[in-house]
């Protein structure tokens, strides 16, 4: 009994060890926020990469690809019985985008793939990323009137999304408005020979033909348009952060809007491949939110791929695919379904790989990154334990007569260590407590704090630009709370240990003969 | 002086003869012998020390510093352990008993005051009163006897004038005041034998007296069984007998 209440009176008179303290209750702070933001990340991104990518995918060697997606999905439906909920052929070939932008031309490198836009969503969540709410129902290629998100459909829940007012105008009525522009451009080219080159040409306007100078205009006029110029191209999804940079006020600003025209330059299938580019109309924008993705897929329609590719057998009419999605049920051990495959399919013409497989790396660094992390901030609460440490025994002798009078009045060894380790066991409790507390409040406004810290430093601490979340995602798992403060409650008790026991031991007649 | 140590004889023959004739003394010493190291020289403290006392008697070992006065009274308290010799305890040998049951010895049957009074700082006079009961009980018995212990405590100290000082910490009282409170707390747990360090080493004159009065009280009202060491002859007379330690042994004084 005594133990609890000089525990209890030790704990609320001496303020010295709780200065000792301060530095668990840091730990298990930072500790808690880390492992929440790093959890949030990871859990984040493998939602995000998960639902971009399919559970299992076969995939050619070469960019030809190989022949009749239809027999192989056959052959994977036979395999794997009931375990597929979906599957989709997919053509993935490097690409350039180039599209026009304040008189220049933009040129990018984009993995360009060619989908089927019926089978697509069976496969893998592909339509929920699109930016017109009618494509996100039942994806098409065909450029749509009007109707796109003006504010960012994913960042609504927590607001603070990007405006996107530019997208009020996108569609048909963007491309109306970019032929009369070069009607307009074309007729004062017309009307002021020479000084074409004067002239600015609009933002994000149709790629415009440079007649040169008259003297070609003479010799070979300007071709007659046969085709209806308003008339869309082949459709192009583009992905979000290929058409749009983020300004200083986290704006998005478009650099071409669905109505657009972009050309992309693709290789052929041919060996060696020759470079190969056609128009493509932009429909709409894919935002997956990992910028990795955003600013590289290119989507267009698999059958005009296939055509422009060379990749339909002229004889049989047989075409071909560079990989198809599989998409398993539920519950399924991707890996199990992966080593069927393998076997089912030749290895030396086709890989099967889920999509833990193809992201290995970059998932395992998060982790990595996770328990380097935790094992650096367990070393901080570890030196806070040496901190405990050292004040408890300067505890230890300041209390030296107090041990002395237990002593006389019969206390018995085991007990003064308890008092110490107890004591040790309390101000652990307080300062994990706190920590957890204090943690758990960071997590909880973790945003308004990097806004107060970007306001106070003038940097942005999560810059949007590279992550494409607009908040920081967080996931407090109680499990990994609780471990936190467990492990700190057993450094402060160790570190209470050695001074308990050396009060322990203390001589009586010596402990009450000390001044 | 040879007058108060006959009457003391004297006194203490009559009690003797009618009380404890064939009873074995509450606490006794034969030939306790202890040496404190100091260095490579062993410096001997006690030199043999044999030394009876009696139920209920109030006995006052006296002694110049150095004379082993403080080392004898808690080597009899089981503070301490002496080099050879035995202590008993009602009859009972006591310097040998596994560290476990002298501790409880001292809880239960053992009072100890001291010159310094020795009270916890960060308790208030209450609980520092009822720091033996805490310390021989679990805390779920203690925690159900809580009441019973309080009102104990409480009443003690009511006896020794501090009803006003129940709450107060030890820096907030006075010499005497903190003096009392020691000896309510060595009183609480209702031991056989109060054990008493030069109580008024450190107390001035009146206060020294009231001190003094109340351990004289307490040994004929209660028949409690004290012990004191003192340096100064005026307060040993106080006591029914007077040991005179010289050197680390009794000297025989008659």
Redesign the interface.
């Known amino acids: ?2 133990k ?3 525990c209890w ?2 704990l609320r ?1 001496r303020y010295i060890a709780l200065a000792s303290i301060v530095s668990v209750t840091l730990g298990v702070a930072t500790m808690i926020v880390v492992n929440a933001v790093m959890q949030g990340f990871t859990e984040e991104m493998y939602e995000r990469l998960h639902s971009i990518l399919s559970d299992v995918v076969i995939e050619a060697h070469s960019l030809e690809g190989f022949p009749d997606p239809k027999w192989h999905m056959e052959r994977v439906q036979r395999e794997l019985g009931d375990d597929v909920v979906g599957m989709t052929p997919t053509i993935h070939v490097p690409a350039m985008l180039s599209f026009q932008y304040g008189g220049q031309w933009v040129t990018r490198p984009v993995q360009l793939i060619g989908i089927d836009e019926k089978t697509q969503a069976t496969a893998g969540e592909f339509a929920r990323f699109l930016q017109h709410p009618a494509n996100r129902d039942q994806m098409s290629f065909e450029l749509r009137e009007g109707g796109y998100d003006t504010v960012d459909h994913q960042a609504a829940k927590g607001g603070g999304g990007s405006n996107r007012d530019a997208m009020k105008g996108a569609g048909t009525e963007r491309r109306r408005r970019n032929y009369d522009a070069q009607q307009r451009f074309d007729s004062a080219v017309q009307r002021a020979p020479g000084t074409a080159n004067n002239v600015a040409p609009k933002a994000g306007s149709q790629p415009t033909i440079d007649i040169g100078s008259d003297i070609f205009a003479e010799k070979r006029p300007e071709p007659k348009v046969e085709y209806d110029p308003l008339k869309p191209h082949t459709g192009v999804v583009l992905g979000i952060a290929l058409a749009t940079y983020r300004d200083k006020e986290n704006q998005d600003r478009f650099l071409v809007l669905p109505g657009d025209d972009v050309k992309l330059t693709f290789p052929t299938a041919g060996t060696p491949p020759k470079a190969l580019d056609d128009v493509f109309t932009v429909v709409d924008f894919y935002e997956c939110k990992m910028s990795e993705y955003d600013s590289s897929f290119v989507f267009v329609p698999i059958e005009k791929l296939q055509e422009l590719r060379g990749m339909v057998d002229p004889q049989s009419g047989t075409r071909f695919v560079t990989a198809i999605q599989i998409k398993l049920r539920d519950g399924v051990d991707n890996q199990l379904v992966r080593n069927k495959l393998r076997r089912a399919f030749p290895p030396e013409l086709v890989s099967v790989q889920t999509w833990q497989d193809k992201q290995g790396p970059l998932l395992t660094a998060v982790q990595m990154e996770t328990r380097i992390l935790n094992l650096l901030l367990f070393m901080i609460v570890a030196v806070a334990g040496f901190g405990i440490l050292a004040i408890f025994f300067m505890i230890v002798v300041e209390k030296t ?2 041990i ?10 085991s ?1 003064i260590m308890g008092i110490f380790v107890g004591y040790g066991l309390l101000l652990g409790a307080v300062g994990a407590g706190g920590g957890m507390v204090i943690g758990l409040l960071f997590v909880a406004y973790i945003d308004k704090i990097a806004d107060a810290l970007a306001w106070l430093t003038g940097k942005p601490v999560f810059d949007p630009q590279i992550y494409y979340f607009f908040r920081i995602p967080t996931i407090v798992d109680p499990f990994t709370v609780t471990w936190i403060v467990a492990g700190a409650l057993t450094i402060a008790v160790l570190a209470s240990v050695l001074p308990a026991r050396r009060a322990s031991r203390l ?3 010596e402990a ?1 003969r000390y001044e | 002086m040879s007058n108060v140590q006959t009457s003391v004889r004297e006194r203490f023959a009559t009690r003797a003869a009618d009380e404890v004739a064939d009873l074995p003394p509450q606490l006794s010493a034969i030939g306790l012998r202890k040496s404190y190291r100091k260095g490579p020289s062993e410096v001997p403290v006690l030199r043999g020390v044999d030394i009876a006392i009696e139920r209920g008697e109030f006995v006052s070992i006296i002694g110049q510093s150095g004379s082993g006065k403080s080392t004898l009274l808690h080597v009899l308290g089981t503070l301490d352990q002496g080099d050879s010799g035995q202590v008993h305890f009602a009859g009972k040998r006591i310097d040998n008993l596994p560290t476990r049951q002298r501790d409880r010895l001292r809880n239960r049957s053992i009072g100890m005051i001291f010159q310094f009074y020795h009270l916890l700082p960060e308790l208030t006079a209450l609980e520092n009163v009822l720091s033996p009961l805490m310390i021989a009980e679990g805390w779920l018995s203690y925690w159900r006897q809580r009441h019973a212990f309080r009102d104990r405590a409480t009443k003690l100290l009511k006896t020794m004038g501090l009803e006003h000082r129940i709450h107060h910490r030890p820096r907030e009282m006075s010499g005497g005041e903190m003096q009392r409170t020691a000896i309510a707390r060595a009183l609480i747990a209702q031991p056989e034998v109060l054990l008493a360090d030069e109580p008024t080493g450190n107390l001035d004159q009146p206060t020294g007296r009231e001190i003094l009065g109340i351990l004289r009280t307490l040994n004929r009202q209660e028949k409690l069984t004290i012990v004191m060491v003192t340096h100064d002859l005026a307060i040993a007379e106080q006591a029914d007998r007077v040991v005179r330690l010289v050197e680390g042994r009794v000297e025989q004084a008659d």
Do not use: W
Not at chain 1, 404 to 413: D, H, N
């Open positions: 009994m005594y609890f209440l000089l009176r030790y008179t007569k107090d002395g009078i237990l002593k006389s009045l019969g206390a018995s060894s007990g001589h009586p007649v009450l």
